[in-house]
């Protein structure tokens, strides 16, 4: 038998044990047939649900570990710790335990920011709500990436949150415009097309909160800025 073969067939035995509720011989399976499953990420999976199944959540945690290392940008890896770690998502109360172990993703995967994200969707309102934002961003600014706004708009959900998006833009928009800079702590000026990011990501914003006068304000600010970009008449065609 060929080993993609026999990968199938022991990740298929893996997944009759997890789903028979034979959980501590589907452990003993993965552990044992290790050189049979050649699909490190798919073994690390099955064993991460077989052992947090078994209430072994140390155990769970280490495979999460090694699935983060080798995607660090699966934000559900990061919300699997984060439960591993007895901690319900759903309560506001538990923001301080959240935000202490995703920030401990930003020193080992500091080119990632996926674990970023996971805690603006989890974060209640307020300052380290605002700090992640800031930093997740801020490159996305710089980028120039248009689908900062799309990507973020779930977050529109709650007010408050939509509030400190428009606070940081506006915030950036008026240290650009004053001084160059995204910050006025900054040292480093940015380039001139920061400014026209921040226009069009203003734009979006008031959009999403149908203030349609707003976002035709903003829009044309861009176009007055930059009239060669395409994204921003497509952004003026969806005001209309």
Known sequence: MKMNELNELSLLRLKIFE???DIRKGIKFAIKFKHYIVDDIRRNEALARLYMANNQTKKAIEHLEILVKYNSCNTEYYKQILIANGI???KPENSDQIN???SKYEEVQP???SHIRL???LLPAGIEFKTKLIKYMRPMVIKGVPSLINDIKNLYTDSAKAKIIE???LSMCSSM???MVLDPADEEEQDPTSQLWIYYFLSQHHLNLAQVEEALVWINKAIEHTPTVVELYLQKGKIF
Do not use: H, R
């Open 100 to 102: 202490e172990i995703l």
């Open 119 to 121: 805690a603006l969707d």
């Open 19 to 21: 789903e028979s509720g």
């Open 88 to 90: 319900d998502l759903s």
């Open 177 to 179: 415009e004053t001084e």
């Open 111 to 113: 080119k990632s920011n």
């Open 167 to 169: 606070e940081i833009l």
